[in-house]
């Protein structure tokens, strides 16, 4: 995904910035916990294992995924990440993903960020739909998708694998709002 201007997080305790090599370490620090793991589809032994990942996310193309460091204001810390990846220009959609460190939970900068981005995709990309899959067990990331206006689609049986294991995907999806229409001046 082409961009000329970084999203900008709604929360007042992050900011958005591009992922660094650097991060590969708290980001693999949190997604082995297993109240991450247990609901993600990750499958990370070492933290070296993220860094082509990080690297990936240069945005080269119109179709390459993007993803950002959720990081605390005052220390630039990385307690999260969230992005697009299985972008299509020529559909104009895209795949949202987000992860947070279980400290920043129940704070509402998940469901800040995942707003944020959505504006964003929508504003910068031209994105028509956004859409997000969650793994069938995740309770606490379809919350946060739905208070972000996106609505439940259906299930995706044995749609993604899952550490070996075929697991099941709940879809949602959010909408482009249509442009306001004019108001018409009848004679």
Do not use: K
Not at 55 to 67: F, G, I, L
Not at 110 to 124: G, K, N, P
Not at 175 to 187: C, G, W, Y
């Amino acid at each position: 995904m082409l961009y000329s201007h970084l999203p900008v997080s709604s929360h007042a305790q992050v900011v958005l910035r591009p992922l660094q090599p650097a991060d590969a370490q708290p980001w693999f620090r949190y997604l082995s916990l297993p109240e991450v793991y247990e609901h993600t589809s990750w499958n990370v032994q070492a933290a070296d294992e993220l860094l082509p990942m990080i690297a990936a996310h240069e945005p080269a193309t119109a179709a390459s995924p993007v993803r950002f460091a959720i990081a605390l204001l005052g220390t630039g810390e990385l307690v999260g990440t969230a992005g697009f990846h299985t972008v299509s220009p020529l559909n104009r959609t895209a795949e949202i993903a987000y992860d947070l460190a279980p400290p920043c939970w129940g704070q509402g900068i998940a469901t800040a960020v995942c707003a944020s981005l959505v504006a964003w995709a929508f504003a910068q990309a031209g994105l028509v739909r956004v859409q997000a899959t969650v793994l069938q067990s995740n309770a606490r990331s379809a919350r946060v998708l739905r208070r972000c206006g996106f609505e439940r689609e259906g299930l995706l049986r044995h749609y993604r694998m899952v550490r070996g294991t075929p697991g099941d995907f709940w879809m949602y999806s959010v909408l482009r709002p249509p442009a306001p229409q004019p108001v018409s001046m009848a004679a």
